[in-house]
């Protein structure tokens, strides 16, 4: 048995899912965030089968997502990367939050993310060494140079726009896994890909995958491709990210 309930923590709406009678009890804690365009109750699969295998499940709606959308949606279409940006910066407040009210069992915090989510994931594991494992599924690393093909910001051929684009980008630099493997591989990361993803190429997950084995940094790594899926969350995929963080959470 499970419950859940919507809650606020640091400002944000949130799904809060525990094991049945252990709202107030320190638990391992899982933050997991959604992907773009969508919201904390469309993914709450992921929070019902996290919190049966014990997990505290803390799911915020990201900027401009579920309880916090504007409305405007060919405007949210325009600002992933802020968004992104802002789902990264506001960890911190939201650990904070966990910890004051003494919900983590002995720092035991994990953070995991689908598409936008995994993106947000990965970003947080090069800042927060106290986050002990991280999931990323159909995510990337390599935010600024995925910039130009997935939902750019401005017209990336315009030249007028040029400038303009790589302000918008420059914050997220700091964030990116390229430059900062040792970051990424110091603690146990999972990876995982449909192959056959029409949204965020599989390339991205296994470009993260060959930089790390060629660097020799791989010993925590865990990777699964999975053939002829596009971009969706597969039975496979929410098992895999349960078996992971059952195994190190």
């Known amino acids: 048995m499970i419950e859940l309930q919507v809650e606020h923590f640091a400002g944000v709406e949130t799904l809060h899912a525990f094991p049945a009678g ?9 933050v997991f965030y959604h992907g ?38 060919s405007r949210r279409l325009r600002q992933f990367w802020q968004i992104l940006q802002g789902n990264i910066e506001e960890f911190a407040a939201l650990r904070d939050a966990l910890q004051r009210r003494e919900l983590i069992d002995n720092s035991r915090l994990a953070v995991g993310g689908a598409s936008m989510g995994g993106m947000t994931a990965l970003g947080i594991m090069t800042h927060h060494p106290e986050v002990r494992c991280v999931a990323s599924l159909m995510g990337s690393g390599y935010f600024t140079t995925l910039a130009h093909t997935l939902f750019p910001p401005l017209d990336v051929t315009n030249p007028a726009q040029q400038e303009e684009f790589e302000t918008i980008l420059a914050p997220l630099a700091k964030w990116e896994v390229g430059s900062q493997l040792a970051r990424v591989s110091d603690r146990p990361l999972l990876l995982w890909h449909g192959e056959q993803d029409d949204v965020v190429p599989a390339g991205e997950s296994f ?36 078996s992971f963080f059952t195994r190190h959470l």
């Open 22 to 30: 252990k709202s107030t009890q320190a638990l391992p804690c899982v």
């Open 207 to 242: 470009r993260l995958q060959q930089a790390l084995a060629d660097a020799g940094l791989d010993a925590h790594l865990t990777f699964q491709w999975e053939a002829g899926v596009k971009h969706r969350i597969t039975p496979q995929a929410l098992e895999a990210a349960v």
């Open 36 to 73: 773009f365009t969508s919201s904390k109750l469309v993914y709450s699969y992921f929070a019902v089968a996290l919190a049966q295998a014990g997990f505290r499940v803390v799911m915020p709606d990201a900027p401009d997502h579920g309880a916090r959308f504007s409305g405007d949606e």
